[in-house]
């Protein structure tokens, strides 16, 4: 198989039935039965509206990165900018427009798609769109933010240090590994 021609294969079994045998704030619980082969099959997996993560970078080659609680970990830990795609229709571009206003209060004048990934796809269907966002400056109104986003730290870090703590274990949050590693790579072709 050559390079171009390597890629993820779509594949649509028949799905016997679908239930959701919990209904959550932010997402659900799916319960599918479905032929595969010879077997009939029951998987359960987090139902996701999907999601976009932002690697803001400044001229002078600085990440943005915001530091929040997340309970289900009990930590404050490291992030990108990141959000839900819970509008419906919503282009996720524009998400992730509103989701970098929304969390930091700073608007980007380019950007640029850097990589779509799902997140756990043996018991999610959650897939994040990344996007590389630059030339940025405040936003026109702050956010009124609420919960943990109320306690929200935001700190420009240099995009080599925040390679390293990843690479060290320092900072353990897959969206923040996935984007800056992968702008670091797209910045070195570019």
């Known amino acids: 198989m050559t390079e171009g021609l390597l890629r993820d294969e779509e594949l649509n079994p028949e799905i016997v039935s679908s239930e959701v045998p919990f209904r959550g704030a932010v997402w659900d619980i799916r319960s599918d039965r479905f032929r595969y082969g010879d077997a009939e099959i ?24 915001i530091q929040q609680y997340r309970h289900p970990i009990r930590h404050r830990d490291w992030e990108l900018p990141a ?6 229709g919503e282009d996720p571009l ?3 427009q509103r989701e970098l206003a929304e969390e930091t209060d700073l608007v980007a004048e380019h950007w640029q798609p850097l990589l779509s990934t799902y997140t756990t796809p043996g018991g999610s269907d959650e897939i994040v769109h990344f996007y590389l966002a630059t030339g940025l400056s405040d936003a026109p109104d702050a956010h009124a ?5 109320a306690d929200i730290r935001v700190e420009w870090v240099p ?24 702008a670091t790579l797209r910045r070195s072709q570019d």
């Not at 029951?42 to 990165?65: C, E, K, N, Q, S």
């Not at 959000?83 to 419906?88: A, K, N, S, T, V």
């Not at 933010?145 to 986003?149: I, K, L, N, P, T």
């Not at 390293?164 to 353990?172: N, S």
């Open 42 to 65: 029951t998987r359960h997996y987090v139902d996701h509206t999907g999601a976009v993560a932002i690697v803001a970078l400044d001229d002078r080659d600085r990440v943005l990165l």
């Open 83 to 88: 959000g839900l795609l819970d509008i419906e």
């Open 94 to 96: 524009v998400a992730a």
């Open 145 to 149: 933010r609420v919960d943990e986003e």
């Open 159 to 182: 995009l080599a240090d925040a390679v390293t703590a990843v690479l060290d274990g320092r900072m353990r949050n897959a969206l923040l590994a996935n984007g800056v590693m992968a």
